[in-house]
Each structure stands twice: as structure tokens, then as C-alpha cells.
């Protein structure tokens, strides 16, 4: 091959490499473990909003969490799809997963829920701590969708044996030969210390807190140091739907945590578990990830989106008329036909 042909050669493949940089190096970027929360100027509750369907997707498997005591070595999720948005004032995260069946305890006492958790550092700047639970010096914070939180107000005892017969429950101020659902106990009527667990303060049994939102915000340093945060601290909102085998459930979280904000530009490790009632899997019994990063979209200057392919192609064009009148000055150069 002449000179003047390999240096022609060597110009059109460094144009098309400069090119493929261009557009093919964001596309790759995009195969990483990373979510891209959008920004919007509402966040949709609603899990079927059409909003979603232009948000970011990555698909997370899920795998037992084997490492302490109680383990599961078989799980019922196997995988979610992951999106996110956020707005002036919340994130919010749309999970969905396979799930042939629904399940929210229903008022029974020997049966499991549906549930589903978004972790993330509660200190982004101390460093990644380990993604189960969380370190003594570097602790996590975890917002849990359950099943039967949202269900609460119509999943008592009666919903679930409707041909019970009433006597008389009389610290919970419905009269005598009517049914008193939980929610009563805490009414200026009823005595919730007859619900011993909501007096003692536990989430579990907060008629109140389950009825306001159907997500527990929750606080952890290491394994078996989960920890319920105070209820005037529960901030997360959730809405979920359960349809043709697929739940679908959106839960969202103010963007100022108590010791970071999710800022524009941010990038934050971020992990995913769920549990499946119909596998009776609870607590340490659960579907667990391993980090990946969330993302929140800087809105691009359109100048500066535009003009950077365009000041690419502009390069591309000046290196080979460069290139092209180097070659024609050669001596012994063919003229082009």
C-alpha cells in the first residue's frame, strides 16, 4: 500500500473512532450497575403513571441471604425492576417483581407478608459500609414496603372470619356486641395498652403509623441492630398494586435525610431485598442484592448537549481536511478519482 493511501486509511479510521467515542461510550456507561434517577416536576404516586415509563430501568437479581442466622437458601423473588424519579423535594423508587400470589397477613396470626426494602448509607461520605445491615461506623437507613401495612385498616381478624360473633371488648370503646378492629384501641374512647405491643412502641402493631403510610423507615448498624426509627421520623409514602401476578410498588423519600441530601449530580449506593409471604420469609429469611449505585440526573444545558457532537463533527471535519491537504502536497500523490 502507498504512503498517501495509509495515511488516507489511517484518517478515515481515526475519524470513525472519535465518532464511535461520541455516542457509543454513553451507551456502555449505561450497562453499568447504575440507576439514573430522572428529574420531574411532580413525582407520580400512582405505580401504572405513564411518568414511569420514560424513567431509567435496571434489572436486579436477587439472591438468599445465606450469610447469618436465620438464612434462606431458597427464595420466592428471585429479581426486581428498578426505576427512580425525583423532584424538588422527594426520590422516589418504582420496584417491581413476579409474585403468582398476594399476600398480606389478613388478621391471621400464623401467616407472612409481601415486602420489599430500598437501602442506602446513612452517611454517603464515611464510605460504603457493608451492604447487609450496614457497620458500627458506617450505618444504613432502609425504607420496607409490607404488604399489610397497606391492607391495615381492612385486614383485622374479622375481614378474615367474617362469621365471628362478638361479646363485649370493653377497653376499646366500641359497645357491647360490636366488633372492635385494632385501630380502636387508640381512640380517645379505647386504651391502647390492651394492644401491648403498640403502647410498648412497636412499629409492628402502630395502627396509627399504618395507617398514615404503608412503609417503615428503619435504622441499622450490623446484623440483629435493626432498628425502628421514633414515629414522628417515619417520612417515607408508599403506594403498591397487585396485578395479573406482578406487584408493582412505588415507595418515595424526602431528599434531606437527617445527616446528607440526595443532590443534584449525586451518586449514591443503593440496595434492594423482598420477601415473599407465600414462601414464608421474614426478617433475615429474604432476597437480598449486592450495592449499585443511584444516580441523580444534572440537568444538561442544551447548549452544551448540542454543541459537544457538533464540536466533535466539527473536529472530525478539520482533521480530515488536514489530513487531506497533507496527503495532496506529498510528492508522488495520485489525485483522487
Keep these: 500500500m502507498r504512503k498517501p493511501d495509509l495515511i488516507r486509511r489511517l484518517i478515515s479510521i481515526v475519524s470513525a473512532l472519535l465518532v464511535l467515542g461520541t455516542f457509543a461510550l454513553p451507551a456502555l456507561a449505561a450497562q453499568k450497575a447504575t440507576l439514573i434517577a430522572k428529574v420531574v416536576a411532580q413525582l407520580p404516586e400512582d405505580p401504572n403513571d405513564p411518568a414511569w415509563e420514560d424513567a431509567d430501568v435496571l434489572a436486579v437479581p436477587l439472591a438468599?441471604?445465606?450469610?447469618?442466622?436465620?438464612?434462606?437458601?431458597?427464595?420466592?423473588?428471585?429479581a426486581l425492576e428498578v426505576r427512580a424519579l425525583y423532584a424538588s423535594e422527594r426520590l422516589a423508587f418504582r420496584l417491581q417483581w413476579q409474585d403468582p400470589q398476594r399476600d398480606g397477613m389478613a388478621g391471621q396470626v400464623a401467616a407472612f407478608r409481601d415486602a420489599v426494602a430500598v437501602e442506602f448509607?446513612?452517611?454517603?461520605?464515611?464510605?460504603?459500609?457493608?451492604?447487609?445491615?450496614?457497620?458500627?461506623?458506617?450505618?444504613v437507613t432502609l425504607y420496607q414496603?409490607?404488604?399489610?401495612?397497606?391492607?391495615?385498616?381492612?385486614?383485622?381478624?374479622?375481614?378474615?372470619?367474617?362469621?365471628?360473633?362478638?361479646?363485649?371488648?370493653?377497653?376499646?370503646?366500641?359497645?357491647?356486641?360490636e366488633i372492635a378492629e385494632a385501630a380502636d384501641y387508640g381512640s380517645p374512647a379505647g386504651d391502647r395498652t390492651f394492644i401491648t405491643a403498640w403502647a410498648a412502641g412497636n412499629a409492628l402493631a402502630d395502627q396509627e403509623l399504618q395507617q398514615r403510610t404503608a412503609v417503615e423507615k428503619l435504622a441499622a448498624k450490623g446484623f440483629g441492630s435493626v432498628t425502628s426509627v421514633p414515629p414522628q421520623d417515619q417520612d417515607g409514602a408508599a403506594r403498591a398494586i397487585w396485578q395479573d401476578g406482578v406487584w408493582t410498588v412505588v415507595i418515595s423519600v424526602p431528599r434531606e435525610q437527617e445527616e446528607f441530601l440526595f443532590e443534584r449530580g449525586m451518586t449514591v449506593p443503593v440496595a434492594f431485598a423482598a420477601w415473599d409471604g407465600a414462601h414464608r420469609?421474614?426478617?433475615?429469611?429474604?432476597g437480598v442484592s449486592t450495592w449499585y449505585f443511584l444516580s441523580l440526573e444534572q440537568p444538561v444545558d442544551p447548549l452544551r448537549a448540542y454543541g459537544a457532537p457538533?464540536?466533535?463533527?466539527?473536529?472530525?471535519?478539520?482533521?480530515?481536511?488536514?489530513?487531506?491537504?497533507?496527503?495532496?502536497?506529498?510528492?508522488?500523490?495520485?489525485?483522487p478519482g
Design 64 to 78: 438468599p441471604q445465606a450469610v447469618v442466622k436465620p438464612r434462606a437458601y431458597e427464595v420466592g423473588v428471585t
Design 145 to 177: 414496603w409490607k404488604a399489610d401495612f397497606q391492607s391495615a385498616p381492612a385486614a383485622d381478624v374479622d375481614e378474615r372470619y367474617p362469621l365471628m360473633i362478638a361479646d363485649w371488648y370493653p377497653f376499646s370503646g366500641r359497645g357491647p356486641g
Design 310 to 335: 457538533l464540536a466533535v463533527f466539527a473536529g472530525v471535519g478539520l482533521l480530515q481536511f488536514a489530513g487531506l491537504r497533507r496527503w495532496r502536497r506529498t510528492p508522488g500523490a495520485a489525485t
Design 281 to 286: 420469609e421474614r426478617g433475615g429469611e429474604k
Design 121 to 139: 448509607p446513612a452517611l454517603p461520605a464515611a464510605g460504603i459500609p457493608y451492604f447487609a445491615m450496614g457497620e458500627p461506623d458506617r450505618p
